[in-house]
């Protein structure tokens, strides 16, 4: 670097990245808009702080996940162009730095802040999106670890004024814990988007991301993500301990499908979720395709909170582990990119927003969430207390009985039945209704959706448990609200046979399959979908047979009879047919003359599909030409030229006993008779006069 001080701006790393201005700025590291000199173009650089740099497994660790990140290649992936080093290892100068694509416009925290909750299409829009990014990591093997509104960045470049959304930073995080959290017993990440797995042990998988993509999704929805409280131990300890809210209770024109979405998501037992953001991904588009709603145009964001340029003071340091926690240490600078090394403070956040990357202690966000009060401010352990007078501790031991007696009875009918209510009917009631029901007898609602023949779709169906079946005070009782009845799928016309069968099975219908009722059809393919029955879009009983209807293909064609015509006649008429005709020998027939058609393969009245190489067979027969009357010169040519041999002519003309001899010698007859349909090359007996 050119310069010694925190203010990079002006620098040029690695002789061949120039910083240009401060975009965000966190605890981590801080994001530049620069260009590279040598391809000159623009580019944002991530610039780690230098107390990373000289750490080996961090060393190693970024390194690894920056190769990993630049191998995705992905249109909604933010590109990482290059990583490095700049300055002199062990000088407090030294910073490991990512070069990155500028994505020119804001992030979708951005967006959150000055929109609040997004239309539906946006939401649906935007997550089909990121889950296609975070599909592609998981295909290649990475986690992201930080799914964040923050790290969603929606630039300029889309069709129409669209934004482009990008997921950006796959990996950092899981670099920074490599040398972090070497014991494990610190938490890592952004605690309004942490999985419960990430908040107990500090695991991170597939399943991990698609958890806080879901409270991403739940928060679009909403406006705000669903924990919040004064302290992020607080909030961890929720996602550990409590079930994620469904959207619609604080946005009640939700479809009951995408809260279904949600609360699939972001399960606290992680083998309950999608396995990973394509199976996310897959759900999204078909609860999509089922509300019909189409992609929509993604507002491109302008920054609520452009970063001030730092100033030129010395990097704030870390503190010492005895100062951990202190009231001095200072929260991060910008909610943009809020990263908070690990024996740094962590604090409260300053709104109901959620803070951003944070390290918290992992025993006190798996506890049991009870904060104590601290102590008063009494005498002093060693300061005799003023005696009391008998009097005085004999009322104390008085009311102390009439309380512990007041208090057993109390708790005996408390544990024997006061904690204890029945549950209600919530049959016939929506959904508000039946969460309102549970909730005036202290019970929580959860709901879940399936297909019913009889009870309109949005009304209650059944509870576990049961209706009149008791349960404790503050226990989970699931709502099973009816979808109405199955609806046959709409299944185009070419979907595969699996697919189709699959899409009735998901609507609870049963597919059927009848191989004579299959059909030819000229614009399906063969062994494609090529209708259903009943029609897509007709209602029906859940089991109802839907039959399947697959394409033959073209309907084959029958062979027209050619036989007697010419060979040109009959190749015109098989093409005019839609067949392509080959010649394919000769052969002699009795039947046909010459030059005519004998047969064809496959033979007349055959049907065989369109465009079908048709053999055609002429017939090479020879009708006997009338040589009587002739002189015998005139007959043995005209023979000749029919392909026919005159017999005994092989002797000599000038032979008495030949048939050669003077041009005065007439034909007088001939065997076989003139007419007469030969093979060619057959002899004919002449006979002359003299």
Do not use: C
Not at 292 to 317: D, E, F, K, L, N
Not at 379 to 393: C, K, L, S, T
Not at 471 to 479: F, H, I, L, S
Request: glycine share 10%; net charge negative; proline share 9%.
């Amino acid at each position: 670097m050119t310069r010694t001080d925190e203010n990079l701006v002006g620098a040029l790393l690695d002789r061949r990245y120039r910083v240009d201005g401060l975009l965000a700025r966190g605890g981590m590291s801080s994001v530049y808009r620069g260009l590279d000199t040598r391809l000159d173009r623009p580019v944002a650089i991530k610039i780690m702080d230098s107390r990373f740099a000289d750490d080996r497994s961090f060393v190693e660790r970024f390194e690894r996940e920056a190769r990993s990140a630049a191998k995705l290649h992905h249109p909604h992936v933010v590109a990482v162009h290059d990583q490095g080093f700049d300055g002199t290892p062990g000088s407090e100068q030294r910073r490991a730095f990512l070069v990155m694509e500028l994505v020119d416009g804001g992030t979708l925290r951005d967006l959150l802040e000055g929109r609040g909750a997004l239309t539906l299409p946006q939401v649906l829009t935007v997550a089909e999106d990121v889950l296609s990014a975070l599909g592609a990591a998981h295909a290649a093997g990475l986690v992201h670890r930080d799914v964040k509104p923050e790290n969603v960045l929606i630039g300029r470049g889309g069709q129409a004024g669209s934004g482009v959304v990008k997921v950006g930073d796959f990996g950092l995080v899981r670099a920074v814990a490599a040398t972090a959290n070497t014991t494990g017993s610190v938490i890592l990440g952004t605690v309004a988007y942490l999985s419960p797995e990430q908040v107990t042990d500090g695991s991170a998988s597939e399943r991990g991301d698609v958890y806080s993509a879901g409270i991403l999704l739940y928060e679009m929805l909403t406006g705000h993500v669903p924990y919040t409280a004064d302290t992020p131990i607080s909030v961890a300890y929720r996602h550990v301990n409590d079930d994620v809210p469904a959207p619609s209770a604080a946005r009640s024109d939700l479809p009951p499908a995408l809260d279904d979405l949600v609360l699939r998501a972001t399960r606290r037992d992680a083998d309950a979720r999608p396995a990973d953001a394509t199976a996310f991904l897959e759900q999204l588009r078909a609860i999509r395709g089922e509300l019909g709603i189409q992609r929509t145009a993604v507002p491109i964001p302008a920054p609520q909170h452009p970063p001030q340029q730092p100033a030129q003071s010395p990097a704030p340091q870390l503190p010492p582990p005895e100062q951990a926690g202190s009231p001095e240490a200072s929260p991060p600078e910008s909610d943009a990119e809020r990263t908070v090394p690990v024996m740094q403070a962590v604090t409260a956040p300053t709104s109901d927003g959620p803070t951003g990357t944070q390290a918290l202690p992992r025993s006190a966000a798996t506890a049991s969430g009870a904060a104590s009060e601290p102590p008063g401010d009494g005498p002093p352990r060693d300061e005799p207390a003023a005696p009391r007078r008998r009097g005085g501790w004999l009322a104390l031991w008085l009311v102390a009985a009439l309380l512990l007696v007041g208090g057993v009875g109390a708790g005996g009918w408390w544990l024997l039945s006061g904690r204890y209510v029945d549950v209600p009917d919530i049959s016939g009631l929506d959904r508000q209704q039946a969460a309102q029901a549970l909730r005036n007898v202290d019970l929580t609602p959860t709901f879940e959706q399936e297909r019913h023949n009889t009870v309109p779709s949005g009304t209650g169906i059944r509870t576990d448990p049961p209706a009149g079946a008791q349960a404790e005070q503050g226990d989970r009782v699931t709502v099973m609200l009816s979808l109405g009845k199955p609806v046959v799928p709409d299944i185009q016309p070419g979907t595969s046979v699996e697919q189709a069968q699959q899409a009735i099975e998901r609507a609870r219908l049963t597919p059927t399959r009848d191989e004579n009722a299959d059909q030819y059809s000229t614009d399906v393919e063969q062994g494609a979908v090529l209708s259903v029955s009943p029609q897509p879009g007709t209602q029906a009983n859940i089991g109802t047979n839907v039959a399947i209807v697959v394409s033959k293909g073209p309907e084959p064609l029958p062979v027209p009879s050619v036989v007697g015509r010419s060979r040109d006649e009959a190749f015109t008429t098989l093409q005019n047919a839609g067949f392509e005709p080959y010649d394919a020998g000769e052969e002699f027939s009795t039947e046909v003359a010459g030059g005519h058609v004998v047969r064809t393969d496959p033979a007349d009245g055959e049907t065989v599909d369109e465009g079908t190489r048709i053999g055609v067979y002429v017939s090479d027969a020879v009708d006997v030409p009338d040589v009587q009357g002739r002189p015998l010169p005139d007959a043995r040519q005209l023979l000749s030229d029919a392909g026919l041999t005159v017999a005994g002519d092989e002797g000599d003309e000038g032979d008495a006993g030949g048939l050669g001899g003077d041009r005065f010698v007439l034909v007088v007859g001939q065997s076989p008779d003139p007419g007469k349909r030969v093979e060619p090359g057959t002899e004919i007996t002449l006979s002359t006069l003299p």
